[in-house]
């Protein structure tokens, strides 16, 4: 019962300090794009598109050292080792960063050489950050872990704020990329700062004492846990980024402007849902694993029933941009084809890919994101090439998150027998509830329908699981 408060207080913790990670967002979404201009938005998504693959530059050993010491507090994890393993991430992230930035400056030229080198510069702070966040969830502390995204939100707003007064003030007029890049790198460095600070008593200990119990055999441990982890992390960032990225490539620079608003606007949508994931990985590693399993259908449903109930934000953000952001109306049409992916993504961010860490079987998910990620770009590029329509890939891309779901539990289903069918028919019939009730023109028709489609179906589906989550309330 301790474990299971604490969860729940925990999930709650990150829940509540995400909401200023929201808020965040929703300055950078709406006031970024209108202080730039649809060029420099471009660079700037850019940025951040590339940015989400610098994590295979720590080739899996914060993966690893999460899924080794995952579940263990304080008074449980070995304080040698990890003094021993953080020194040798710092030390393995710099060389990566300074070589990175030495081809950068030598092979590219104009807009991208200056976006590269600051992705280089990023690379170093992301990644040292990211180890510990690691270490902290690793740890349990999810307080730690708040407190650093509440300030990583009020820094974001505060640099947005600032970027926003140079452009009223007509200093720069639109705001270049590359000076919200430069604050972006400044909120990293004092992230880095801050959670090193925090962390100190854990990394520092007895130097003799670590010499004579700690060894390389330690790091190439994580290694070998990590690698699998963090490759089949990345082929999903790659699965939910590849139309993004085709669309970088094959269109111009203002139409991959549009097309990242859009997933701009669903990565806000995302944000309080996602960083659950945190959360849920110690507190399943440490339960039985037919424990964990049982669990997993139950769960699905309940992600989803709050997701797509999530989705009628749509409405008031469609009214926003019509009024506030005209410029990127047309991205609105994007966002209406992806937004019910985010049931997939989160499903799978969340649990699917939590799951099989949990059972040690990485290279299930592995093998399954590979074939995906395959199909995906063969799929994706028949579309562009046949129609040239960035509209044809966002349709593309939902139908294969779809099936990347299905695929991702054909392994649950033959090992675990897990109910899948209700899960199954649900996803399917809400993304196609969402899909054609707006494209109803009349917006609060459209709402309606979507709602009472909606309550109907899942209470029709879910009746079982709704009981269940009442009496549970109903006993607190």
Not at 68 to 81: A, E, L, R, S, W
Not at 314 to 329: K, Q, S, T
Request: proline share 2%.
């Amino acid at each position: 019962m301790k474990t299971k408060n604490n969860f729940i207080k925990s999930v709650f913790t990150v829940i509540f300090s995400n909401i200023f990670i929201l808020l965040s967002g929703v300055l950078v979404g709406f006031v970024l794009p209108k202080i730039m201009g649809v060029d420099e938005y471009g660079y700037y998504k850019l940025f951040m598109l590339y940015a989400t693959y610098i994590v295979l530059l720590y080739f899996g050993l914060a993966d690893g050292m999460l899924v080794k010491y995952g579940g263990q507090d304080d008074t449980q994890i070995d304080k040698f080792k990890i003094q021993y393993i953080t020194k040798f991430f710092i030390k393995m992230e710099i060389v990566v960063s300074v070589v990175m930035f030495i081809c950068c400056a030598c092979f590219l030229q104009g807009e991208y050489r200056q976006i590269f080198l600051l992705l280089s510069i990023f690379t170093l702070l992301s990644n040292i950050v990211t180890y510990y966040r690691y270490l902290a969830q690793a740890m349990l502390k999810f307080d730690l872990i708040s407190r650093v995204n509440m300030l990583q939100s009020l820094l974001t707003c505060l640099i947005v704020i600032i970027c926003f007064s140079i452009v009223k003030l007509k200093l720069l007029s639109p705001l270049p990329a590359v000076v919200y890049l430069i604050l972006f790198l400044v909120v990293f460095l004092i992230l880095l700062i801050v959670l090193h600070s925090s962390l100190k008593k854990t990394l520092s200990i007895n130097k003799k004492l670590l010499r004579e119990t700690v060894t390389n055999k330690s790091i190439v441990e994580l290694f070998k846990l990590g690698i699998p982890v963090a490759i089949s992390y990345q082929i999903g960032t790659f699965i939910l980024n590849i139309d993004n990225q085709l669309i970088s490539m094959f269109f111009d620079n203002r139409l991959f402007g549009i097309y990242s608003f859009a997933y701009s606007l669903i990565s806000i949508i995302s944000t309080v849902i996602v960083p659950i994931s945190t959360v849920i990985f110690p507190f399943l590693n440490r339960q039985s694993e037919n424990t964990v399993m049982g669990q997993y259908s139950f769960n699905t449903a309940i992600l989803f029933i709050f997701i797509y109930a999530s989705l009628t934000v749509y409405y008031p953000v469609r009214l926003f941009i019509e009024w506030y952001l005209p410029n990127y109306d047309e991205s609105l049409i994007f966002f209406r084809l992806l937004l019910p992916g985010v049931g997939v993504s989160s499903c799978i961010s969340i649990l699917v890919f939590n799951y099989y860490k949990v059972i040690k079987k990485s290279n299930v998910y592995l093998v399954q994101g590979i074939v995906t990620l395959i199909g995906s770009l063969v799929l994706n590029l028949i579309g562009y090439y046949l129609t040239k329509s960035a509209i044809v890939i966002a349709v593309i891309s939902l139908i294969v998150l779809f099936c990347w779901y299905v695929f991702t539990n054909t392994y649950f289903i033959q090992k675990y027998k897990i109910d899948w069918r209700k899960n199954t028919f649900y996803l399917g019939g809400m993304i196609l509830v969402f899909e054609l009730t707006t494209q109803i023109s009349n917006i609060w028709i459209s709402l309606i329908i979507y709602l009472v489609i909606y309550t109907i179906l899942t209470l029709c589906v879910y009746h079982v699981e709704l009981k269940r989550i009442l009496k549970v309330f109903l006993k607190r």
